[in-house]
Structures are given as structure tokens and as C-alpha cells.
């Protein structure tokens, strides 16, 4: 028997008169059916086995070209960075510095395991039969071509023929998980009807579904007119677990669609009261339908948004902070005007010129930071198991006699930044630069340090430890800890000089204020070497004067955002800033 499916919406016929779904028997309708389409079969070529897809590499190639090389200009640049690179947190620095280490590969994308290579056309049972007996491999077939149909978004057809033939060998019985994939598939394609069809299956045949059903079946009905059911299944979902933020979205994005804007409100205040952090596009969907209503009530709530972003350090995409943009410039009777800039290093906005708030900790912020560092970090924390509390305590009472610091070292960090010269030299060029600037200098280093040897020179350390206190500990404790604890211990004005970027320690702090406070602090503190000249002339890297983040004065906001193809950072912040004031 030889079939094909040509129309979308005549698969459903197929599944209608399943047997399961109690609407009649099988056969019968399904060779109706099948008679239908065979007139047709040989007018056409159906498919191709071999499609090798020479197309698909080359999309492979330039996308990752494209991650290689974010932005124009970047090309061939390499040999400047040292003199030319961007701020330490600046966005896309760190992907910079990777690609600056010879080290780190490419992560070159592995083929599909192929045996087979994938259809491009809806097959018939024959050829379908054909490509199994093909099918060397050990799992089940009709699972791995389904997920791999799934995996390179085959075209509906194409799966709809899989279905078809699956389902006649089966007596019109489909497993679940199948049918999840081809879902998967009318989604990713948008065809809402067929959607819709499965929905109905789907209904009938089971009583309730696993989240990722669902979550399906909400992003496909949220087009439709049906969008309410979306919510249905959303409720359906709350029973066993939080929705996640893409549900939410997909129901948010549904109502305001459908121009319900209460039930969007409604439903990112839920989301909100789950502590869970919104995608950055549930947030520009409200900005986008926001220029179209003249509302006080959604003006200030909007405003909140933005808000929400200051407090959570979040930053919008490109296109999200063109429609805040355009949301303001919307705004009746408010005369805002909006442009993208850049901040100063001044911290002067290059558009109108205001002042952006300080990177300085206040008084307050710094003794909290401290006193969490201080007390629950470095004294409570598993993660400096690697340090002795004697040691930990010889070191605070070392800490005790001095004097605050004006500069804390990481030596051996900072002995190494410069493979090519011996380490003792390179951290008597920074120490001696900075000691002439009558800045008080602590080096911690390790006890090895002090031995002779070709890296470490005696006659060095012993200059080195004329120009600054030095502590030098156990070959294996951690230097963070006591890095941290020196320079806080100090005050708000010392800085500390490491290459290491100490993210672990931010994850292990306990709570978001305390992170936040963190990284602030550590913009602010945190000297980075970019250069060593020879004839030992050091360059440190400015330290940015102004906060990155969302920020006000009434009639005017301040909005870092992140360039789309500029790969950043947990720990960058980025460099672009749209500024928004009224004009009056
Ligand atoms: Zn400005």
C-alpha cells in the first residue's frame, strides 16, 4: 500500500477515526483517505534520500564566524589588544580575553550521527519502511528520526508523513512522546490549526499532560482564538509545579494579543510572586503595546519595570531599549526624547551631558558588604576549607597591627601576568611603580616565593619587602580570602589588584543584595593591568567613576544595554546607554 499526505489540515482525518478516540473504525477511513491522495503520487517527486546540506554548513560556519567575531572590525585586531582592550568589565571583554588564549578551542559543532540523512519531503510507507531497514542504529527508530526530525525543524509535511505511517502500522495508535515532537514541529512552523487538531487529540485522549505538553500547547494556542484554553492548561500546570517564566510569557503575550490588558498585568504580578526573574521579552511586550494606550495607571507601571530592572541589575537587549525608547517618545503631552550614547569617563552622558551616579559605595552599602564578607564569608564559608583557621588567624592579626592599605596585591597572580619575564621582576616593577606614588602597598604571597630560584630571585624579594608589607602563606592556602579581608579591613578606599576575576566567591554569596553590592564593589575596587612596556613602565586600566545600572532623576533615565552582537559576561556590565530626558 503506497500513501501520502499532501494537505495540513487532512491528517486529523487520520486521527478522528482512531479507533482510541472512539469515533469509528480505522481502516476504513484511513484507505478512504489514503485513496484520496494516491492520485497525486506520482505527479510529484516526493523526497530525496541523499540531501546532504551543504547549505546547513555553511549556516553552521557563519553563525560560528559570527560568535567568533561579534563585532566589524574586530577581524585581525588581535595583536593590539593588549594596548587597545576594552575596560576589565566592559561587555565582551571576557570574550575577548578567550580568544586571546591559545588555549581555548572553538567549540565546533559535532554532526548529526548520521546512519541516514534526514528527509526533506513526506515520505511514503514504502520509503519509510525503506529508510528503517537503512537505520543501523540502536534505538528505536521511529524515536531517534522523530527527535532528530524535532532536533533540524523538519517541515510539518515531512513529520505528518512519519505520523501517518507510524499510525498505520500501529492501527492508528501514536505514542505520546511522537506526538509531542510533531507538536513541537506545528509550533515552531506556527501552523496554528494543526495545533489546534493536536490540541483536540490531545484532549480526547488523555486526561491531563506533563508540563512540556502543555507548555506546547500554550504557545501554540496563544495565537489563536482560543487563547483563553492557554490559561486552562496554565492553571492545569500550577497544579503540580511553578510555571515556568516562558509560560508565563506565552500566556502574557496571548492576552495582550487579545488586547487583554488586566489579565497580562494579573499574570506578571503572579509571576512576580513566584520570585521568579521575567524574561527581558515579557517585559518589552509590555513596553511595545504601551505605545498604543494613554493610560496613567500603565504608564507608572511600566516606570516599575524599569525599576525592577535597577533593582536586579538586569539590563534590556537592543531592541528592548529601542522600544522603551519609543514607548517614551510616545508618551503625550511628556516631550521626552530619547538617544543612544555613551557614558564618559567622566561619567558625563555623551548626550546630555548629566552626570551618572557614582560607582562608590555609601557609607552604608560598605559596611554591609563588609560585615557579610567579613563574618559570613570568609569565617563561616566551606570554600576556603583549603586555608587553616590558624593560618586565617595569624593573618588577621597581622592585618590588626598595620595601618590601612591604600593597595592590596594578589603577588603571585600578578608575578605571573607576564609569561615571558621572570615572575620576581614583573612584582618588583608593579610594587616599585606604586611605591613611588607614596601608596601604602601589602603583597600577599605564598612561602615558596621566598626560596631562591631562577623565577625568584632572592635579591628582588628582598626589594620588594622594603617597599611594602608582605605576608607570605602556606604554599596551599587560597589568596582570595585574604585578599578580600585586607582590603576591606582597609576601607572604602583601598583597591586591590588580581587578574582573577573571583566569580566563584560571588556565587557563593548568600543572597542578590549582597551580590549586587559585590560587584559594585568590585568595579569600583579592582585594578587590572593591561600593559607592561618593556623598560618596566606598568598600565593599569581606569576604573570606571559611574555605576552601570538603570537609573532616574524624574525627568530624565539613564539605560545601559546590551548590544545584540556583543557576547557579555555575568561580570561585565555594558558600554552603550540610552538617554532619555524631557525637553522642557
Ligand atoms: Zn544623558
Redesign the pocket.
Known amino acids: 500500500m503506497t500513501f501520502c499526505f499532501t494537505g495540513i489540515r487532512s491528517f486529523p482525518k487520520l486521527w478522528k477515526s482512531n479507533p482510541y478516540l472512539g469515533l469509528g473504525p480505522a481502516h476504513s477511513s484511513v484507505c478512504l483517505f489514503l485513496k484520496d491522495c494516491y492520485g497525486i503520487r506520482n505527479q510529484q517527486k516526493w523526497f530525496s534520500l541523499k540531501t546532504a546540506s551543504p547549505q546547513n554548513t555553511k549556516a553552521v560556519n557563519l553563525l560560528i564566524a559570527k560568535a567568533r567575531y561579534p563585532r566589524k572590525g574586530d577581524k585581525g585586531n588581535k595583536k593590539q589588544v593588549s594596548s587597545d582592550s576594552p575596560h576589565l568589565f566592559a561587555a565582551g571583554a571576557a570574550k575577548k580575553r578567550s580568544q586571546m588564549n591559545p588555549q581555548s578551542k572553538d567549540h565546533v559543532l559535532s554532526p548529526v550521527r548520521d546512519t541516514i540523512q534526514l528527509p526533506t519531503k513526506p515520505l511514503n510507507s514504502e520509503e519509510w519502511d525503506k529508510l528503517k531497514e537503512d537505520f543501523k542504529g540502536k534505538a528505536n527508530f521511529e524515536n531517534w528520526i522523530s527527535s532528530q526530525m524535532a532536533h533540524c525543524r523538519s517541515s510539518v509535511d515531512v513529520a505528518k508523513s512519519l505520523l501517518a505511517w507510524v499510525a498505520a502500522k500501529n492501527n492508528g495508535i501514536i505514542g505520546y512522546d511522537l506526538l509531542v515532537k510533531y507538536l513541537y514541529l506545528c509550533v515552531f512552523h506556527k501552523q496554528t490549526s494543526e495545533v489546534i487538531d493536536v490540541y483536540e487529540i490531545m484532549k480526547t485522549r488523555y486526561k491531563s499532560l506533563e508540563s512540556g505538553g502543555n507548555s506546547l500547547l500554550i504557545r501554540g494556542l496563544i495565537h489563536s482564538d482560543r487563547w483563553r484554553e492557554a490559561l486552562l492548561l496554565l492553571e492545569d500546570i500550577k497544579k503540580v509545579m511553578i510555571p515556568s517564566k516562558k509560560n508565563y510569557h506565552d500566556c502574557i503575550q496571548g492576552a495582550l494579543l487579545h488586547q487583554d490588558v488586566k489579565t497580562a498585568w494579573d499574570l506578571y504580578q503572579e509571576l512576580l510572586g513566584h520570585d521568579v526573574v521575567p524574561m527581558l521579552e515579557t517585559l518589552k511586550a509590555f513596553f511595545d503595546f504601551g505605545k498604543d494606550i494613554k493610560d496613567d495607571q500603565y504608564s507608572n507601571k511600566l516606570l516599575d519595570i524599569l525599576l525592577y530592572l535597577r533593582n536586579n541589575q538586569l539590563y534590556p537587549g537592543e531592541s528592548f531599549a529601542h522600544s522603551v525608547k519609543t514607548w517614551f517618545e510616545s508618551v503625550p503631552g511628556e516631550q521626552w526624547k530619547g538617544q543612544f550614547?555613551t557614558i564618559q569617563k567622566s561619567g558625563q552622558?555623551l548626550?546630555?551631558?548629566?552626570t551618572i551616579e557614582s560607582i562608590r559605595l555609601s557609607p552604608e552599602e560598605y559596611e554591609f558588604l563588609k560585615g557579610k564578607i567579613l563574618r559570613d564569608v570568609i569565617d563561616g564559608g566551606d570554600q576556603y576549607k583549603k586555608t587553616t583557621p590558624q593560618e586565617l588567624k595569624r593573618f588577621q592579626n597581622f592585618v590588626k597591627h598595620c595601618p590601612p592599605f591604600d593597595i592590596v596585591i594578589d603577588g603571585l597572580n600578578v608575578a605571573k601576568m607576564f609569561p615571558k619575564s621572570r615572575e620576581s621582576q614583573v612584582l618588583l616593577d608593579v610594587v616599585s611603580q606604586l611605591a613611588k606614588q607614596n601608596l601604602r602597598l601589602l603583597v600577599l604571597g605564598r612561602k615558596h616565593m621566598l626560596r631562591q630560584g631562577s623565577r625568584w630571585r632572592r635579591d628582588e624579594m628582598e626589594m620588594v619587602q622594603k617597599q611594602a608589607s608582605c605576608f607570605f602563606a602556606d604554599n596551599i592556602s587560597e589568596d582570595d580570602p585574604f585578599l578580600l579581608y585586607a582590603t576591606l579591613h582597609s576601607g572604602n578606599h583601598c583597591k586591590f589588584i588580581t587578574k582573577d576575576l573571583m566569580r566563584d566567591h560571588k556565587a557563593c554569596l548568600p543572597d542578590a543584595k549582597t551580590q549586587r553590592l559585590f560587584f559594585k564593589w568590585q568595579q569600583g575596587h579592582q585594578l587590572a593591568i593591561i600593559n607592561r612596556l618593556p623598560g618596566s613602565k606598568i598600565t593599569f586600566q581606569r576604573i570606571l567613576s559611574h555605576d552601570t545600572v538603570v537609573q532616574t532623576t524624574g525627568d530624565?533615565w539613564?539605560i545601559p544595554y546590551d548590544e545584540d552582537l556583543v557576547e557579555r559576561y555575568s561580570y561585565e556590565v555594558p558600554t552603550k546607554?540610552l538617554?532619555l530626558?524631557r525637553q522642557t
Open positions: 550614547t552622558c548626550g546630555c551631558g548629566k530624565s539613564h546607554w538617554c530626558h
